[in-house]
């Protein structure tokens, strides 16, 4: 299958609402990124993980590396998170290949 | 902050012709990456550097070269342009030994008529 798995492909949300994505991994990733691609295409990292939890604002992401996932978590929804997010894990070193997930498309709706 | 930039920021070129796509980098970032980005299939990856010299092949490096003639410079290099490449290409730089992120140009977009 995918190397990385990424879940769901679209989501819609209340202004207010929380929701999560997810990634799974079909192997042992060294580290995970997450992004958010803004309407014009930019690529914004949002965090990155070498294991743990980290939060920013009403963002927080968890990379289990062992269990083979990672999640972002939005809190209070806001019509400004509308966009596309992608995770992408880095596997071992010696082959430091970076691979993405297809991506979540969301849409915050008034 | 880490700077990745990409040229040109758009390109329209004709079917058969060769394109090259510049990427520099002033992070002192060994690892180097070619992504495109189409529609449904998220950011593959075409080709990736672990430094100056080398060159590797990604998930998808048919029909594309690259090349890597310093630490800051990685260039994508379309020699038969078709237009089933006509894309977003995004390059990127990182530091696996120092496990940190990955940072990104602000991509191309590539249309062969």
């Known amino acids: 299958g995918m190397p990385v798995e990424q879940n769901p492909p679209a989501l819609s949300l209340y202004e207010g609402a929380d929701s999560g994505l997810r990634c799974n991994f079909s192997?042992?990733?060294?580290?995970v990124q997450w992004f958010q691609q803004n309407h014009r295409g930019r690529l914004i990292t949002l965090f990155y993980?070498?294991?743990g939890t980290k939060e920013n604002g009403r963002l927080k992401s968890t990379f289990n590396s062992k269990e083979r996932y990672s999640t972002l978590h939005i809190k209070d929804a806001q019509l400004e998170d509308s966009g596309t997010y992608f995770c992408a894990a880095g596997r071992n070193t010696g082959n430091y290949k970076y691979v993405f997930g297809a991506g979540t498309r969301l849409k915050v709706i008034a | 902050e880490a700077a990745v930039t990409q040229s040109p920021r758009n390109k329209v070129a004709v079917t058969g012709g060769k394109v090259t796509l510049s990427c520099n980098q002033t992070n002192n970032h060994n690892n180097m990456y070619w992504y495109r980005q189409d529609t449904g299939h998220g950011l593959r990856l075409i080709h990736y550097s672990y430094g100056a010299g080398s060159t590797e092949k990604g998930d998808i490096p048919d029909g594309y070269k690259a090349s890597r003639p310093s630490q800051e410079n990685f260039s994508l290099i379309l020699e038969l342009a078709t237009p089933s490449q006509t894309s977003v290409y995004f390059c990127a730089s990182g530091d696996a030994a120092a496990n940190t992120e990955v940072f990104f140009g602000k991509g191309t977009r590539l249309t062969v008529v």
């Open positions: 993980l070498a294991q």
């Open positions: 192997t042992t990733m060294k580290s």
